[in-house]
C-alpha cells in the first residue's frame, strides 16, 4: 500500500493506520530528514527478522536505530548518559545524527544478540516522529538501498514502493527524499567520534 502524507501537517488519520499496521507486526517505508528508512515496531521480533532478511543480514549482527520522538524515551535502551553527550544530543536533535550509546539490557532481549550498543535517531521530520509518537515506542530503522547508478530508487516514493510492495506492508509518500545518510556519532565513552561523516554537520552546533 502506498500512502500520500505530507511532511508539513501529516494527516493523523493516516498517522493511525500507519501505527495500526505496526502494531499488528507490519514493515514500512517512511521519510527521515536523510533517506528513507524501513522500520517496524520494536518489540514485533518477527518485522525485526523480516527487515534482516530484506536487507540479507542476520539479526544479531544488524547495526538498526531506534527512531524517537524526542529524549524521553531513551533511558529505557540506554545506560547513563555522560552530560557533555546529553547537550550535545540536546543541540543536535531532531536532526540527522545517529548517536551510538552503550546500551541497557532490554536491547539485547529485544533482538537475542549479545550487543552492547543501539543507535539513537530523532529525525527532523514530523512523520516519522508522529508515527512514533502514536504507536508509544521508538521503531527499529534501516536505510532503504537501491541501485548505486540510480539515486532515484532510493528517493522518488513511487519507484520505492514498485521495488519494494510485495516486501513491505506500506511505503509512506512524504515527498523526495534525501540521498546523504546521517551522520554517525559513537559515543560510547564521555566524548564523541565520527566513525561515518553524512548529512549532519557538527561543527555547526559549536560555532
Same mark, same amino acid.
Given at each position: =500500500?502506498?500512502?500520500?502524507?505530507?511532511?508539513? !501537517?501529516? !494527516?493523523?488519520?493516516?498517522?493511525? +493506520?500507519?501505527?495500526?499496521?505496526?502494531?499488528?507486526?507490519?514493515?514500512?517505508?517512511?521519510?527521515?530528514?536523510?533517506?528513507?528508512?524501513?522500520?517496524?515496531?520494536?518489540? +514485533?521480533?518477527?518485522?525485526?527478522?523480516?527487515?534482516?532478511? /530484506?536487507?540479507? /543480514?542476520?539479526?544479531?549482527?544488524?547495526?538498526?536505530?531506534?527512531?524517537?520522538?524526542?529524549?524521553?524515551?531513551?533511558?529505557?535502551? @540506554?545506560? +547513563?548518559?555522560?552530560?557533555?553527550?546529553?547537550?550535545?544530543?540536546?543541540?543536535?536533535?531532531?536532526? #540527522?545524527? &545517529?548517536? /551510538?550509546?552503550?546500551?541497557?539490557?532490554?536491547?539485547? !532481549?529485544?533482538? $537475542?544478540?549479545?550487543? *552492547? @550498543?543501539?543507535?539513537?535517531?530523532?529525525?527532523?521530520?514530523?512523520?516519522?516522529?508522529?508515527?512514533? !509518537? $502514536?504507536?508509544?515506542? #521508538?521503531? =527499529?530503522? &534501516?536505510?532503504? *538501498?537501491?541501485?548505486?547508478?540510480?539515486?532515484? &530508487?532510493?528517493?522518488?516514493?513511487?519507484? %520505492?514502493?514498485?521495488?519494494?510492495?510485495?516486501?513491505?506492508?506500506?511505503? /509512506?509518500?512524504?515527498?523526495?527524499?534525501?540521498? $546523504?545518510?546521517?551522520?554517525?556519532?559513537?559515543?560510547?565513552?564521555?566524548?564523541?567520534?565520527?566513525?561515518?561523516?553524512?548529512?549532519?554537520? %557538527? $561543527?555547526?552546533?559549536?560555532?
Amino acid at each position: =500500500m502506498l500512502i500520500k502524507i505530507y511532511p508539513e !501537517n501529516p !494527516n493523523i488519520r493516516y498517522i493511525h +493506520q500507519v501505527v495500526e499496521c505496526l502494531r499488528n507486526g507490519g514493515i514500512i517505508i517512511y521519510p527521515t530528514d536523510t533517506v528513507y528508512g524501513i522500520g517496524c515496531d520494536i518489540f +514485533q521480533h518477527k518485522a525485526v527478522e523480516r527487515i534482516a532478511q /530484506i536487507k540479507g /543480514i542476520k539479526t544479531d549482527k544488524a547495526n538498526f536505530s531506534f527512531i524517537c520522538y524526542d529524549l524521553s524515551h531513551i533511558s529505557d535502551f @540506554t545506560k +547513563q548518559i555522560s552530560n557533555p553527550i546529553y547537550k550535545l544530543m540536546k543541540k543536535t536533535l531532531p536532526g #540527522p545524527f &545517529t548517536f /551510538i550509546l552503550n546500551s541497557s539490557n532490554n536491547v539485547p !532481549n529485544l533482538f $537475542e544478540s549479545k550487543k *552492547k @550498543t543501539v543507535g539513537i535517531r530523532i529525525p527532523d521530520n514530523m512523520i516519522a516522529r508522529q508515527i512514533v !509518537n $502514536e504507536l508509544g515506542n #521508538p521503531i =527499529m530503522s &534501516t536505510s532503504v *538501498k537501491g541501485d548505486d547508478d540510480n539515486i532515484e &530508487t532510493i528517493t522518488d516514493p513511487e519507484l %520505492i514502493y514498485e521495488r519494494y510492495k510485495d516486501l513491505v506492508d506500506i511505503v /509512506i509518500d512524504g515527498g523526495i527524499g534525501g540521498i $546523504e545518510t546521517s551522520t554517525v556519532l559513537d559515543c560510547t565513552n564521555d566524548d564523541f567520534e565520527i566513525i561515518r561523516q553524512g548529512k549532519g554537520i %557538527i $561543527e555547526d552546533y559549536y560555532y
